[in-house]
Nanobody, 122 residues
């Protein structure tokens, strides 16, 4: 599966952004989908994931109650709605797909998009 992330940009602290990740192929619904992020000088970290059917979302503690992951299997797309953004959310955000995993670490996930940059100014 090929993944294409989009929706990043510059936003002020407290603002919102919605990231999208479009997947190619006809097997999108066979994959759990995840979002990860990597800030400069840091390792790639788990942000959120959602199961094949769209149930059972998982979140990193740092984004719980602020971020929401969702998917539309008819559109082969997964979303990450980010609210109440903080400067520490600044990072390149990546979407990922895997048949089995629904959380980190990043090294276990099978397929990756190219990343989209989110910058939160204070």
């Amino acid at each position: 599966v090929q993944l294409q992330a989009s929706g990043g940009g510059l936003v002020q602290a407290g603002g919102s952004l919605r990231l999208s990740c479009a997947a190619s192929g006809r097997t999108f619904s066979s994959y759990n989908m995840g979002w990860f992020r990597q800030a400069p000088g840091k390792e790639r970290e788990f942000v959120a994931a959602i199961s094949r059917s769209g149930g059972s979302p998982y979140y990193a503690d740092s984004v719980k109650s602020r971020f929401t992951i969702s998917r539309d299997n008819a559109k082969n797309t997964v979303y990450l709605q980010m609210n109440s953004l903080k400067p520490e959310d600044t990072a390149v955000y990546y979407c990922a797909a895997d048949r089995f995993l629904v959380s980190g670490p990043a090294s276990g996930w099978s397929f990756w998009g190219q990343g989209t940059l989110v910058t939160v100014s204070s």
